[in-house]
């Protein structure tokens, strides 16, 4: 999902109103005609929309506005902040990779945090590694889990999980706390930067991160659209990946996010054997393991990059001002 925070993006921040006002997101007003229309002032002169079969829960949580709606072809979809965050029908192309980028680049991945990803599905993907031992999770809205289960149960199947250590709250301030050289992987399963998600694209927080890794391992966090935040792109390559021996973004296909495209950003703490590159998996993928999007194959196309993205990249002395804080656009229906 992109949560991008709560599940894939979580946000407190007021929505701006089409006369520039500060109003509270309503995701259920942006459904108009039968239509759910995601319009945001962060991917500005685009929309995605799409058709709602049936209203299935609105109410808002102590963080965010919460939507899930049975849409007419993607499936059950869970809406934050007027944002999709993950729709049944492809939500195994962001939740495999987010996971198996990472998790595949580790030779042996017994210790692993999870930071958001409320909906359950990078848990999901984690716990098909026989090598993992414990998955601490942090989520901070414990409503999005709930959603989660009630309405995307193949999701949120890994939920209760015997290897699981589920902590509702803050993971910004689990990881300031945490030991160091604790966690084989970090996933960030975030929002877009804004809101409490916004701590999360800090370079402070990549030094917590650095910090509680143990050596050779590897975090992977969403990593934002090529199309919409180049200028973030290179600042999380460049600035928050200054203290890991490799810095990589790579790229997943997301029909339902904005341009149809989200990445992932991914660091590897010196320390470990092998090459540093996460552009290779270390192991094959194991007989019995079930996915649908993710292979070797995909791992390593998924850092074959845009031109000009690759140009920025390799010229990272070129990144402006870090990105502005961008606050979400809700429409009134006339």
Request: proline share 6%; with cysteine.
């Amino acid at each position: 999902c992109k949560y991008r925070h709560p599940p894939h993006r979580l946000c407190t921040t007021p929505a701006l109103t089409m006369s520039g006002s500060e109003e509270p997101v309503n995701g259920a007003s942006l459904i108009e005609n039968g239509w759910f229309i995601e319009k945001n002032a962060q991917w500005p002169g685009q929309a995605n929309a799409l058709q709602v079969k049936k209203v299935l829960m609105h109410k808002k949580t102590e963080f965010q506005d919460l939507l899930v709606f049975e849409s007419t072809d993607f499936g059950h979809v869970i809406v934050l902040d007027g944002v999709i965050q993950i729709t049944e029908r492809d939500e195994m192309s962001y939740q495999e990779m987010m996971t198996h980028l990472p998790m595949f680049s580790c030779d042996k991945p017994v210790q692993v945090l999870i930071i958001g990803g409320g909906d359950g599905g990078v848990l999901r993907e984690v716990v098909k590694h026989d090598c993992v031992e414990k998955v601490t999770w942090c989520e901070i809205d414990g409503d999005v889990i709930e959603a989660a289960k009630t309405y995307m149960p193949t999701v949120s199947a890994a939920v209760s999980n015997p290897k699981v250590d589920l902590r509702v709250g803050d993971g910004v301030a689990f990881a300031q706390n945490a030991k160091d050289n604790s966690f084989d992987v970090i996933i960030v399963d975030s929002s877009d930067p804004v809101g409490p998600a916004e701590k999360l694209f800090s370079k402070e927080f990549y030094e917590n991160a650095h910090r509680i890794l143990k050596p050779g391992g590897v975090i992977c966090s969403q990593g934002e659209c090529l199309w919409n935040n180049e200028d973030l792109i290179v600042q999380m390559t460049s600035d928050f990946g200054s203290c890991f021996v490799t810095a990589e973004y790579a790229s997943i296909q997301m029909p339902t996010y904005p341009a149809g495209q989200i990445g992932a950003f991914l660091a590897r703490k010196a320390g470990g054997s092998g090459v540093p590159s996460c552009r290779q998996p270390r192991r094959p993928v194991p007989d019995g393991m079930t996915l649908r999007y993710y292979s070797g194959e995909m791992h390593a196309a998924a850092f074959a990059l845009p031109a000009f993205l690759q140009k920025r990249l390799q010229g990272k002395a070129a990144v402006a001002e870090p990105a502005a804080k961008r606050q979400r656009l809700q429409w009134s229906n006339p």
